[in-house]
């Protein structure tokens, strides 16, 4: 270890330069905080530069939400860039909010954290290796913003099988898929994304699905979808209701391609935001199967009794929260392990000066979601210098008992809606807490 330790301990870290982090740094920079961030990769954007080294981005890679309800409120993207830009100009776009705001010079590029932990005398010390050589960093505390969607999450599958088995985290072109049978299990953004590039390389190309699903148009009524219905969110059995009749007759009935009917409402679970996935069940260049029942040899066999034979399987099964640079006491992960017990998924009981900045999953919070997170942190930092009454309230509502953020929706129990919120829900009880501080 190079015993060089950095001697500004008023600096908070910044852990991640994607929109999170970037969010993190600009909040800090307003309030007038001091800080310093750190990106494993060699510049701004994380996961939207298809080169950074924990991107999970692909060539065909789009926006899924609209750029008018996605970006930050402060930096609207061009009006040029199309409603659902590519991965390129959204890095393009990043970089720009970042030399706009003189943030990327704060950051050290090509800087892993690999342990941030409480110092015994006060205040964190952060250890990153760049270069090879390991250095410690002493801080006031930690923002950590390293993203949600970059660790696989593999499925133990029973049986074996002789072809390739590729995650979606590490699937890039889909020269990949020229010639070759294949099998995309679960039908996620991602993999309804993936499955749409490999119809137009693959010999054939299945799509396993567990439970049924809805799937919402880009555009409604010749407009991006989400930009409809903004404002007063309608009670979520109405909401449910109206959308359920609109998708019916928008895009029909997916049962008629072999999904299952879902056994839940719509919102219940993140919905897919695709309908090339059904127009091209609907050209026969995709099939639906069910669920897997094991990996058999040159092909998978699947619980209605049915096997197929293929080269390629591609796991289109999410990602995990990972935080491997924390003590996992610090963050309270929740029964299940799935994830951890933040006040508002961004305020730790453990340590006053740690926040988890993007561990939210929500149907359209966007960007500017993201950024309000920020937000309240740099106004909670500085409510503890000018207004500490405040300060203390809102520590107290951290160490007490959680408040309902679902708006009234039931979210399904599987391990992505474990830290999922509804939009609504979440930013008015974020803008709630940065206007009591201010
Ligand atoms: C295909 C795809 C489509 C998507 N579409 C949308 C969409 O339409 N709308 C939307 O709102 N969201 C979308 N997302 C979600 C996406 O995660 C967010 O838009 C956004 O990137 C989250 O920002 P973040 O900063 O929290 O995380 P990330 O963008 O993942 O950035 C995290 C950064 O932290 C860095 N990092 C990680 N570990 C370390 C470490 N130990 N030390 C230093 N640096 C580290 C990484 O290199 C990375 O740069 C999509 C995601 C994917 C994969």
């Given at each position: ?9 008023r600096?908070?870290?910044?852990i991640?330069?994607?929109p999170?982090?970037l969010?993190?740094a600009r909040?800090l ?15 701004v954007?994380?996961?939207w530069d298809i ?10 890679a ?7 309800t ?7 993207m ?15 776009y ?22 941030a932990?409480p110092?015994?005398d006060?205040?964190?010390?952060v250890?990153?290796?760049q270069?090879?050589r ?11 913003a390293?993203?949600?969607l970059?660790?696989?999450?593999v ?18 072109s ?15 953004n ?8 490999a ?11 567990r439970r ?29 209701a109206?959308?359920?009749r ?6 029909g ?28 069940l609907?050209?026969g ?6 669920d ?15 096997r197929?034979p ?5 796991l ?9 640079f ?10 299940r392990?799935?994830?951890p017990?933040?006040?508002l998924?961004i305020?730790t ?16 919070i966007g960007w ?14 500085r409510?503890r210098?000018?207004a500490?009454?405040?300060a ?15 708006g009234?929706?039931?979210?399904l129990?599987?391990?992505r809606?474990?830290y ?6 979440y ?7 940065i206007?009591?501080?201010?």
């Amino acid at each position: 270890m190079d015993p060089t330790i950095s001697t500004d301990q008023r600096t908070y870290a910044v852990i991640g330069a994607g929109p999170s982090g970037l969010a993190a740094a600009r909040n800090l920079q307003r309030a007038g905080i001091p800080w310093s961030g750190y990106e494993l990769a060699q510049g701004v954007g994380g996961l939207w530069d298809i080169d950074g080294p924990r991107s999970t981005v692909y060539e065909s890679a789009h926006l899924i939400s609209s750029k008018r309800t996605t970006e930050f409120a402060e930096f609207p993207m061009s009006e040029d860039v199309a409603d659902y830009p590519s991965h390129r100009e959204l890095l393009a776009y990043f970089r720009a909010f970042a030399d706009t705001y003189d943030l990327t010079s704060g950051f050290r590029f090509g800087a892993e954290v690999v342990a941030a932990a409480p110092h015994p005398d006060g205040g964190w010390t952060v250890t990153v290796e760049q270069d090879g050589r390991r250095t410690e960093h002493r801080h006031a505390g930690v923002l950590v913003a390293n993203g949600t969607l970059s660790e696989p999450s593999v499925p133990d599958l029973a049986g074996k099988f002789d072809g390739e088995v590729l995650h979606t985290s590490a699937y890039k072109s889909p020269t990949i898929f020229a010639g070759k049978r294949v099998l995309i299990i679960g039908a996620g953004n991602s993999g309804c994304d993936i499955a749409v590039d490999a119809v137009h390389h693959a010999a054939s190309v299945d799509l396993s699905v567990r439970r049924g699903y809805y799937f919402v148009p880009k555009y409604l009524f010749g407009k991006p979808a989400d930009t409809l219905n903004q404002g007063r969110p309608l009670p979520p059995r109405i909401k449910q209701a109206v959308d359920t009749r609109v998708l019916r007759m928008f895009t029909g009935d997916p049962t008629r391609f072999g999904f299952p009917k879902p056994d839940y409402r719509i919102y219940e679970s993140h919905p897919i935001v695709n309908t090339l996935v059904l127009h091209h069940l609907g050209h026969g260049d995709l099939r639906v199967r069910p669920d897997v029942e094991r990996l058999d040899g040159d092909g998978v066999a699947f619980r209605d009794g049915t096997r197929s034979p293929y080269d390629l399987v591609v796991l289109a099964t999410g990602y995990h929260l990972h935080y491997p640079f924390l003590d996992p006491a610090l963050l309270r992960w929740r029964g299940r392990g799935s994830a951890p017990d933040l006040y508002l998924n961004i305020f730790t009981q453990a340590d006053p000066d740690l926040f988890v900045l993007g561990m939210i999953e929500a149907s359209g919070i966007g960007w500017q979601g993201r950024y309000e997170q920020a937000e309240l942190v740099a106004s909670y930092l500085r409510a503890r210098r000018d207004a500490p009454d405040a300060a203390r309230a809102l520590e107290e509502r951290v160490a007490g008992p959680r408040p309902d953020l679902s708006g009234g929706y039931r979210y399904l129990g599987l391990e992505r809606m474990s830290y999922y919120v509804n939009k609504d829900a979440y930013r008015s009880a974020v803008r709630a807490e940065i206007e009591g501080l201010s």
